[in-house]
């Protein structure tokens, strides 16, 4: 693979993580935003055994995979397995040997039916695609899951600062060695021990030059030593907002729902019916539809009935689509779940970013309930997920903004 060329700073980063890796078993890379982790990656990729890269979400595995890292996967998808109950191995067994006893599963389903359906799906969507276009949810028959089987080497984690202690016991039993690589600063798990503060390792320091001309990473640093945002740089809050302006940031789910359906109205869009163009977050977590495409956590954008469009200009098409924000509830097993990409937790925000960032200051100001570092990390996080531009509202609807 190839890898950009290194800074000496970088250079010597690298040095002391391959020494330190001689001698433990997880290591971490660790360093604020604008300080190259992600240049490093390919180049610890090169300089180990068997190596094998991750991210904790699906955004940020197709991040690393557009920088050249191919077979970049998701954590989960890199070290676990579900474990099926009896009755659902039975099921997919018979999908190939359909002269078997008739399931459990599918009684009350007359077989003839069952068996037009099996030889429509079976050779597009497999045994578990075939199960659940017979109603069948391979997630209600999942009885626990179990680390893949030990295959060694050394497992590169992106966006680390999502993983926990847990993640990693997980990892070491595929895995030989684990390389953590992420920001310190950003928000830690919503659930579980944060590991990568406290895993031995190295820290890059040094800013870019371009990073560094950041007026917005200048802001992001600010808050992240302590700083108010007054005294940061931001010096009024001006009346208004933005449709245009990029996603708006909260930390609640509630104000994140509300502020996506004001944004709706006034772009002047019709309640509870989709228009093209309009951005969503894809919330599927079912195997089959992943299989078509639709990943938890990826942003996409609506064209017409029920197709999508990706950040590459895939096209793809869900058999049904709940809006999660419309509806009020999660998606039953024969639709896609959504929410609208107006606005997103910056939690869920983790590993992408825009041009331009809206932020919900009610909800920076909610936060002062949660301690300072818990404060400084979320503020942190929400800043660098824009580019070019973050801007700070209240209800109702005020703003200021630091450009570059």
């Known amino acids: 693979m190839t890898a950009p060329a290194l800074s000496q ?10 020494q330190l890796l001689e001698t433990e078993e997880v290591v971490a890379l660790r360093g604020l935003a604008g300080t190259g982790k992600s240049t490093l990656i ?48 039975e099921l997919l067994a018979w999908f190939t040997a359909p002269n078997a006893p008739y399931p459990a599963l599918l009684r009350g389903i007359d077989r003839d039916r069952a068996g037009a359906v099996v030889a429509e799906c079976f050779p ?7 199960a659940r276009a017979l109603g069948v949810d391979s997630s209600k028959h999942i009885v626990a899951w179990e680390p893949r089987a030990h295959v060694g080497g050394t497992l590169i984690v992106d966006e680390a600062s999502m993983a926990t202690v847990e993640h990693v016991r997980t990892a070491l039993e595929v895995f030989d060695r684990i390389i953590l690589v992420g920001d310190h600063g950003q928000l830690p798990p919503v659930k579980g021990e944060p590991v990568l503060e406290i895993a031995p390792g190295v820290e890059l320091t040094e800013i870019h030059r371009q990073a560094g001309d950041s007026p917005i990473l200048r802001l992001a640093h600010a808050v992240r030593n302590g700083a108010s945002l007054w005294q940061a740089g931001v010096q009024q809050i001006e009346r208004g907002v933005d449709p ?53 956590n990826t942003a996409c954008t609506y064209v017409s009935d029920g197709v999508v469009c990706l950040d590459k200009g895939q096209r793809l098409r869900a058999p049904k689509v709940n809006i999660e924000d419309f509806t009020g509830r999660e998606a039953n097993f024969d639709e ?27 909800d920076v100001q909610a936060l002062h309930g949660r301690g300072a570092e818990f404060r400084a990390k979320w503020l942190y996080t929400a800043i660098t997920r824009a580019k070019e531009s973050v801007s700070f509202f209240t209800a109702p609807i005020a703003r200021t903004r630091i450009a570059v």
Not at 11 to 18: E, P, S, W
Not at 124 to 130: A, K, N, R, V
Not at 336 to 362: I, K
Request: proline share 6%.
């Open 124 to 130: 597009e969507l497999g045994p578990e695609g075939c």
């Open 42 to 89: 390919p180049h610890v990729a090169n300089a180990v055994a068997d190596p094998k890269v991750a991210a904790m979400t699906h955004k940020a595995a197709a991040v690393l995979r557009a920088k050249s890292l191919d077979n970049a996967k998701t954590f989960h998808a890199a070290c676990m397995k579900p474990i099926f109950s009896n009755a659902y191995l």
């Open 9 to 18: 700073h970088q250079q010597d980063a690298l040095r002391a993580l391959l």
């Open 336 to 362: 896609v779940g959504f929410r609208l990409g107006y606005a997103l937790t910056a939690h869920s925000a983790q590993g992408s970013e825009w041009p331009n960032v809206q932020v919900y200051y009610e």
């Open 244 to 296: 245009e302006a990029g996603p708006i940031l909260t930390w609640r789910n509630a104000p994140r729902v509300e502020l996506s359906l004001e944004m709706r109205r006034l772009k002047g869009l019709q309640a509870n019916r989709l228009e093209h163009g309009e951005p969503l977050i894809c919330t599927n977590k079912d195997t089959r539809f992943q299989r078509l495409g639709f990943k938890n």
